[in-house]
């Protein structure tokens, strides 16, 4: 069964720094392209980053750009991303994503993942 487990979230001033992590198990993790996603307060979910099987390509949507940078460990099953210089407007839950063993490359839609975390809560005050 494959699980993705989401951790370090939590609050943060605007401008600090969080890395999360997704741990991935009950798959071979380097044959999934991953991502990341968010949902804000009343707001639908969205795209984040996402990284290749390899690692080799990335994506970023234009509001995180410059500032997180999404990575892969495929020995430790675990893909990451780092948030730098986060602004109040980046407070959501963050979840993770796998893609299908059909999905390449480092994809934007939501709509093609299909295996999903639990989310961790980012709180960024001001």
Do not use: H
Request: glycine share 12%.
């Amino acid at each position: 069964q494959v699980q993705l487990v989401e951790s370090g979230g939590g609050l943060v001033q605007a401008g600090g720094s969080l890395r999360l992590s997704c741990a991935a198990s009950g798959l071979t993790f380097s044959r999934y392209s991953m991502g990341w996603f968010r949902r804000g307060p009343g707001k639908e979910r969205e795209f984040v980053a996402a990284i290749s099987r390899s690692g080799d390509t990335t994506s970023y949507a234009d509001f995180v750009k410059g500032r997180f940078t999404i990575s892969r460990d495929n020995a430790k099953s675990t893909v990451y991303l780092q948030m730098n210089s986060l602004k109040p407007e980046d407070t959501a839950v963050y979840y993770c994503a796998a893609g299908p063993r059909t999905l390449y490359g480092a994809v934007e839609a939501t709509t093609r993942y299909d295996t999903w975390g639990q989310g961790t809560q980012v709180t960024v005050s001001s």
